[in-house]
């Protein structure tokens, strides 16, 4: 059973457009969300996070937003820029006995055309 | 941000040996280590979580016999591929927090190749 779920496996935006990503989550325990960029054969890099007591954050040209009754978060980026170009993980945690463990979706492919 | 480095960035390795991946965080103390496997095309799956001192805890379906796991400090972990299959290449990322309520940093991630 997947709890966390990005059901667009790819994306593709013209440069300097928004672009949205999706996220949807089963676990209502779910407390803390987070977004990561991923580059091939790279380790995920922290892109932006948002906790459950809190609708939207936003830092530069990302916003996250969530909406807990739908159990639906989404991750803005505007403009878009070519180097966006990644792949986006949506991930979610419940801290439980002090260690968060991360429940990562499949990802959305991100492509930025110039 | 907090850096955490993962050796070896490749590796392959023969069938039947063992091969041992660190995960080093640099500049942090990482009280919990988080170690992930991704398939190809797939999300990154959860392998096991270590608590510096303590034996890891280790996800449903994972063998803990031959995915060896230490965290002898508070900014070394260690997997152990042990026996290592073909079926056992894939790509495989470490993590780290410092505390509960902070973002994990990730490693850069071990592409291990069995032959």
């Known amino acids: 059973d997947q709890q966390v779920k990005q059901n667009s496996p790819s994306l593709s935006v013209q440069e300097g457009r928004i672009s949205i990503l999706n996220c949807d989550y089963t676990?209502?325990?779910?407390?803390?969300f987070l977004w990561y960029k991923k580059y091939p054969a790279e380790g995920p890099t922290f892109l932006i996070s948002?906790?459950?007591?809190?609708d939207k954050n936003e830092d530069g040209r990302f916003t996250v937003f969530l909406n807990k009754s739908a159990k639906h978060l989404s991750l803005h980026i505007v403009p878009s820029q070519p180097g966006d170009s990644a792949v986006y993980f949506c991930?979610?945690?419940?801290?439980?006995?002090?260690?968060?463990?991360?429940?990562f979706g499949k990802g959305t492919k991100l492509t930025v055309n110039p | 941000g907090a850096v955490v480095s993962q050796h070896p960035s490749r590796v392959i390795c023969k069938s039947g040996t063992s091969v041992k991946i660190e995960c080093r965080s640099l500049?942090?103390?990482?009280?919990?280590m988080f170690w992930y496997r991704q398939f190809p095309k797939q999300s990154l799956m959860l392998m096991a979580t270590?608590?510096?001192?303590?034996?890891?805890?280790?996800e449903q379906g994972v063998e803990k016999d031959k995915f060896l796991i230490n965290h002898a400090s508070l900014t070394l972990s260690t997997l152990t591929v042990t026996s290592a299959h073909p079926e056992d290449s894939s790509f495989y990322i470490c993590?780290?927090?410092?505390?509960?309520?902070?973002?994990?940093?990730f490693g850069q991630g071990t592409r291990l190749t069995v032959v």
């Open positions: 993590s780290a927090i410092s505390d509960p309520n902070t973002e994990a940093f």
């Open positions: 676990n209502s325990m779910f407390d803390y």
């Open positions: 948002i906790s459950s007591i809190k």
């Open positions: 991930a979610a945690s419940s801290a439980q006995g002090g260690s968060e463990k991360l429940v």
């Open positions: 500049d942090f103390q990482a009280t919990t």
């Open positions: 270590s608590n510096e001192g303590s034996k890891a805890t280790y």
